[in-house]
């Protein structure tokens, strides 16, 4: 039995949006469409995978089971077609990559320097976001590639892997804050002092500790550390940053939970195949590290 996949990603979006007609907005399709696609997919599979007996339909027992195996089919296709690409020796004239500041690796400057040599001729953007903004930009076709601190879940239309480094996020304030040097800093004694918090464009990002009375925001880690840096507050950034940018001038904070290592992935959009030049980065990025 063979089910299209455009009906497998009607199905997907259809689940993790909770409505036909905004899954269709997502996929520039009419809802008519959306609906008949996922219908035939009931058909075709003998299964309800949504109760419609509600104003907004919602995936019954069989539907929660099945989406999980159909996004297994769809990560599976992502891996088809990054094979597919790299076979088919298709070189984009220009690629974009957009980088969390999660992300340090000890072969990444090595792997620019590779991928300088191999493409010589090719245009190359860097560009930094975090979070739901990094996730965005990918979806939006701004950026071919996307690297970001692990997400829960990503839009059915992102194909996401976990890349082989991690990277570690403590607690910093500046040398002359009241509480450098401090020791066993409880949840409680941060909450009273400001916090110098990551907040993006399209949404917080998820908050690691509980609220602190007062805070300042930013969208970017290297605002924050400069904001850390003056002496504003507390802040949880990436300890690579603080290593290369703010030694000396930043203290890490003995605070119960710190540090944290947090996995990184590697993201891009489903919709739009990498060529080979992005092909070939993604592959190095999730290469394991020599030994």
Same mark, same amino acid.
């Given at each position: 039995?063979?089910?299209? #996949?455009?009906?497998? +990603?009607?199905?997907?979006?259809?689940?993790t949006l909770g409505s036909f007609s905004a899954a269709a907005r997502k996929l520039g399709k009419s809802q008519s469409t959306v609906s008949s696609a996922i219908a035939h997919l009931? !058909? $075709?599979?003998?299964?309800?995978?949504?109760?419609?007996?509600?104003?907004? &339909?919602?995936?019954?027992?069989?539907? =929660?089971?099945?989406?999980?195996?159909? =996004?297994?089919?769809?990560?599976?296709?992502?891996?088809?077609?990054?094979?597919?690409?790299?076979?088919?020796?298709?070189? @984009?004239?220009?690629?974009?990559?957009?980088?969390? $500041?999660?992300?340090?690796? $000890?072969?990444?400057?090595?792997?620019?320097?590779?991928? @300088?040599?191999?493409?010589?001729?090719?245009? %190359?953007?860097?560009?930094?976001?975090?979070?739901?903004?990094?996730?965005?930009?990918?979806?939006?076709?701004?950026?071919? !590639?996307?690297?970001?601190?692990?997400?829960?879940?990503?839009?059915?239309?992102?194909?996401?892997?976990?890349?082989?480094?991690?990277? @570690? !996020?403590?607690? %910093?304030?500046? +040398?002359?804050?009241?509480?450098?040097?401090?020791? $066993? !800093?409880?949840?409680?004694?941060?909450?009273?002092?400001?916090?110098?918090?990551?907040? +993006?464009?399209?949404?917080?990002?998820?908050?690691?500790? #509980?609220?602190?009375?007062?805070?300042?925001?930013?969208?970017?880690?290297?605002?924050?550390?400069e904001m850390a840096v003056l002496g504003f507050g507390w802040a949880a950034i990436p300890r690579w940053m603080v290593t290369r940018f703010a030694a000396g001038k930043l203290c890490?904070?003995?605070? =119960?939970?710190? &540090?944290?290592?947090? #996995?990184?992935?590697?993201?891009?959009?489903?919709?739009?195949?990498?060529?080979?030049?992005?092909?070939?980065?993604?592959?190095?990025?999730?290469?394991?590290?020599?030994?």
């Amino acid at each position: 039995m063979r089910h299209s #996949p455009e009906a497998l +990603t009607a199905f997907a979006e259809a689940a993790t949006l909770g409505s036909f007609s905004a899954a269709a907005r997502k996929l520039g399709k009419s809802q008519s469409t959306v609906s008949s696609a996922i219908a035939h997919l009931e !058909i $075709d599979l003998g299964l309800a995978l949504f109760d419609r007996s509600s104003r907004k &339909p919602a995936l019954t027992e069989h539907g =929660r089971v099945v989406l999980g195996k159909v =996004r297994e089919i769809l990560a599976a296709s992502d891996r088809l077609d990054l094979s597919a690409s790299q076979l088919g020796g298709g070189l @984009e004239a220009r690629l974009s990559v957009v980088w969390s $500041d999660t992300y340090q690796s $000890d072969r990444f400057e090595d792997m620019l320097k590779a991928f @300088e040599q191999r493409f010589p001729d090719l245009e %190359f953007e860097c560009l930094i976001a975090e979070h739901g903004d990094l996730v965005s930009l990918v979806q939006s076709g701004r950026a071919h !590639i996307g690297v970001v601190g692990a997400q829960g879940m990503y839009p059915p239309d992102i194909g996401s892997a976990t890349i082989a480094e991690q990277s @570690e !996020i403590t607690l %910093f304030v500046a +040398t002359s804050h009241v509480l450098a040097g401090a020791q $066993d !800093i409880t949840p409680q004694l941060l909450a009273q002092h400001r916090e110098l918090r990551l907040d +993006t464009y399209l949404g917080r990002a998820d908050q690691v500790m #509980p609220a602190a009375r007062r805070s300042w925001s930013a969208p970017s880690y290297l605002m924050l550390m400069e904001m850390a840096v003056l002496g504003f507050g507390w802040a949880a950034i990436p300890r690579w940053m603080v290593t290369r940018f703010a030694a000396g001038k930043l203290c890490e904070l003995d605070a =119960r939970g710190w &540090p944290q290592r947090v #996995p990184v992935d590697a993201v891009w959009s489903r919709q739009r195949p990498l060529g080979r030049a992005g092909t070939w980065l993604l592959q190095e990025m999730l290469a394991a590290p020599a030994l």
